[in-house]
């Protein structure tokens, strides 16, 4: 019978090696549990909120329609906030599920022909409304045209994550949008006028959770924005940067490779 | 007179419901994107009942619920705060709210 005090020394040191590594890898395990349980419990927590403007207008305007309230044009007013509200909670299950696709690497490039200028200023304009309630004014500044072949689901997820995270933070104040063309390269950037970023938090920004939930947290938005569009420019090989900006706010700069369709290996 | 109800949120679609339910309701409705421009607006306009968003960019729920305490002419006027939080997790930290309203809700509520 063989006691493991018999075993030689060696044998011992790779069991004992053995079982550290299975620590490890437990502990690797459970905080992965535990970052995925925060995941759901912040994903379950954005997607309620914008329920309530939905499910409160449809309300309104079926009860205003069952007492023969409601002129067509009004009809058409309620409508029309319903759909603006749908648009927000469908982009904030796109970034849900783009955290998805990122984490389990099923996330791909579709690039397709894509026209930047016209790009920033469509995204721009789903923020009409949102910018007048914060009472924020937009600066487009692109060329007339800007073509490339871009991811362009990808890079509207980048802008309007920028976009809203500049409104979010900087109300009251201007947001200037803009895109420059650099040859085989171009430059995105979202300036704002608000009280910037640390530098500790400018190092963090783009981390994953670094917004989560928890009972201290107090600001609204995907905890996951950032990192989202962090990953989303790396797997364009692009990078990131957020800057302090003159007289004021912040920048967050983006630089992204002027694909064409033939050249994307 | 009519009654001035101020919203405090973030959120334009939850803003512009209330507005809407109370503007039909005979209210005059003002709303607010954080809780700095909700102050201004307290001082300013002397609401006579506030909806709070508890999660604000800014200035939070939190800290409005404080300084209103601390501000004569805002303290004792009646908050509704919100929350897709359950209230138990916000309720430490906010002083003197009147009614807690979980997100989300139902204009029956």
Redesign the interface.
Same mark, same amino acid.
């Given at each position: 019978m063989s006691f493991p005090e018999d075993r030689p020394p060696e044998a011992a040191n790779t069991a004992e090696a053995a079982l550290e590594e299975l620590r490890r890898q437990n502990a690797e395990l459970i905080e992965a549990v535990a970052a995925r349980d925060t995941f759901i419990a912040v994903a379950a927590h954005e997607l309620r909120n914008p329920m309530t403007p939905i499910v409160g207008q449809i309300d309104l305007l079926l009860a205003a329609l069952q007492a023969g309230r409601y002129s067509s044009g009004q009809v058409e007013h309620r409508v029309r906030r319903i759909r603006r509200a749908m648009d927000h909670f469908i982009k904030r299950a796109g970034t849900l599920l783009d955290v998805s696709r990122i984490t389990s690497g099923r996330f791909q490039l579709a690039l397709a022909p894509c026209d930047l200028s016209d790009l920033v200023r469509e995204t721009v304009e789903t923020f009409t409304e949102t910018a007048r309630y914060s009472g924020c004014s937009f600066r487009i500044e692109v060329p007339e045209s800007l073509p490339g072949a871009w991811d362009r689901l990808a890079l509207e997820q980048i802008l309007d994550n920028l976009i809203s995270n500049a409104i979010k933070y900087a109300p009251s104040r201007p947001v200037t949008v803009s895109a420059e063309d650099f040859g085989s390269l171009v430059r995105l950037r979202v300036r704002d006028y608000g009280p910037g970023i640390s530098a500790g938090d400018r190092a963090r920004i783009f981390e994953r959770f670094e917004r989560a939930v928890g009972a201290n947290e107090r600001r609204s938005g995907f905890g996951v924005g950032l990192w989202v569009v962090g990953q989303l420019v790396a797997a364009m090989e692009g990078t990131i940067v957020v800057n302090d900006a003159q007289g004021g706010g912040s920048v967050f700069t983006v630089t992204l490779p002027r694909y064409s369709e033939t050249n994307r290996s | 007179m009519t009654r001035v109800v101020l919203v405090v949120d !973030? =959120? @334009?679609?939850?803003? =512009? #419901?209330i507005d809407?339910?109370l503007t039909d309701e005979g209210y005059r409705v003002l709303?607010a994107?954080?809780g700095r421009?909700g102050l201004a607006i307290m001082a300013k306009d002397h609401p006579d009942l506030v909806f709070l !968003?508890?999660?604000? +960019?800014?200035m !939070?729920?939190?800290d409005v619920l404080r300084a209103m305490a601390r501000d004569l002419s805002t303290d004792g006027v009646p908050v509704v705060l919100m929350s897709?939080?359950p209230e138990d #997790?916000v309720a430490e930290r906010c002083p003197g709210y009147a009614v807690f309203m979980r997100? +989300?809700?139902? @204009?029956?509520q």
């Open positions: - | !973030d =959120e @334009i679609g939850i803003a =512009e #419901l809407a339910v709303t994107v954080n421009q !968003d508890y999660m604000m +960019p800014v !939070d729920g939190a897709s939080m #997790l997100k +989300p809700f139902r @204009i029956a």
